[in-house]
T-cell receptor
Framework: GAVVSQHPSRVICKSGTSVKIECRSL??????MFWYRQFPKQSLMLMAT?????????EQGVEKDKFLINHASLTLSTLTVTSAHPEDSSFYIC???????????FGSGTQLSVL | DAKTTQPPSMDCAEGRAANLPCNHS???????VYWYRQIHSQGPQYIIH???NNETNEMASLIITEDRKSSTLILPHATLRDTAVYYC????????????FGAGTRLFVKA
């Protein structure tokens, strides 16, 4: 089956620093990638949709200058949390699909803890 | 996309069938029913999807009512590893394929 690799799986950083999370599609070309965040005991919240080579589309209430998304190639999307603060601590999950499939394939998630 | 309603939690005995209901009374004619599950601290996993007809794959069966206002996901022989949060989602298969997750059902499979 299709594999989406997400790194790192866990990151701890100091307040004010930036953190980059990578999402790679290992065996397919991802025309669309999605980024979600999830707080403990809550559901996934869609943050943004990114299509290769174009700017990401952010959901209402998500700060695009704080959560920078780059989808420069068909196999890689990155989410950079800029100037992270404790309230940004969350579980971040990416997902991807290729043209011709209706399914989404998810990465294993990144647990971000900001001290 | 149409909203869905699922019970917050359910229990199931190991080896028995787990039947997870989902109401989607405002579903549109071109919206599909999808099921994903999320095991603790992992990314969601696709299970099955359908439009009108019942569907079956190696993981589960999906039963959709004739009026399409509700559906049931069936895990025929639940195991402890099926303990997870199960999400029922309705979505069109065109456009951006944006997938919005609701609260889901937390299934506990007990020995």
């Amino acid at each position: 089956g299709a594999v989406v690799s997400q790194h790192p799986s866990r990151v701890i950083c100091k307040s004010g620093t930036s953190v980059k999370i990578e999402c790679r599609s290992l065996d397919f070309q991802a025309t669309t990638m999605f980024w979600y965040r999830q707080f403990p005991k809550q559901s996934l919240m869609l943050m943004a949709t990114s299509n290769e080579g174009s700017k990401a589309t952010y959901e209402q209430g998500v700060e695009k200058d704080k959560f920078l998304i780059n989808h420069a190639s068909l196999t890689l999307s990155t989410l950079t949390v800029t100037s992270a603060h404790p309230e940004d601590s969350s579980f971040y999950i990416c997902s991807a699909r290729w043209t011709g499939t209706e399914k989404l394939f998810f990465g294993s998630g990144t647990q971000l803890s900001v001290l | 996309d149409a909203k869905t309603t699922q019970p917050p939690s359910m229990d199931c005995a190991e080896g028995r069938a787990a039947n997870l209901p989902c109401n989607h009374s405002t579903i549109s004619g071109n919206e599909y029913v999808y099921w994903y599950r999320q095991i603790h601290s992992q990314g969601p996993q696709y299970i099955i999807h359908g439009l009108k007809n019942n569907e079956t794959n190696e993981m589960a069966s999906l039963i959709i009512t004739e009026d399409r206002k509700s559906s049931t996901l069936i895990l025929p022989h639940a195991t402890l590893r099926d303990t997870a949060v199960y999400y029922c989602i309705v979505r069109v298969n065109t456009g951006g394929f944006k997938t919005i997750f609701g609260a889901g059902t937390r299934l506990f499979v007990k020995a």
